[in-house]
């Protein structure tokens, strides 16, 4: 083989390693779509303004006392628009990695009980 050749090859070796990463990170999966009860009739700086209250909490009592707030301001927010919003939000919404989300038993994951019904 020449050293043409060789180079050659190399070279798109090398120019494969580093593009197929930096390709396989555009493709990566969204985000899991928004968990804030009514974001949806909320602006970019409402919902950051309450991540950031909710992360400013030091107990679940006073999360779950923000929550309650922030879903009857939403609620109030709804009616005055016309939209339907169901009275409560769904279980788990807003509440992160809270029960029944994690990776332990019959959460989802990958171990005995993960995966269910398949």
């Not at 396989?24 to 303004?49: F, K, W």
């Not at 628009?81 to 990695?97: H, N, S």
Request: aromatic share 2%; proline share 8%; net charge positive.
């Amino acid at each position: 083989m020449s050293t043409s050749r060789s180079t050659s090859r190399f070279l798109l070796a090398l120019i494969m390693a580093v593009a197929l990463p930096a390709m396989a990170q555009d493709r990566s999966p969204q985000r899991e779509p928004e968990r804030i009860y009514g974001s949806q009739l909320m602006t970019e700086q409402e919902r950051n303004e309450y991540r950031q209250q909710m992360r400013s909490k030091r107990t679940e009592q006073e999360r779950e006392a923000l929550r309650q707030e922030h879903h009857q301001r939403m609620v109030e927010r709804a009616r005055e628009r016309g939209i339907q919003m169901p009275d409560e939000p769904p279980q788990g919404a807003g509440r992160g990695m809270g029960p029944g989300g994690g990776m332990g038993p019959g959460g989802g994951g990958m171990g005995p009980g993960g995966a269910r019904g398949r």
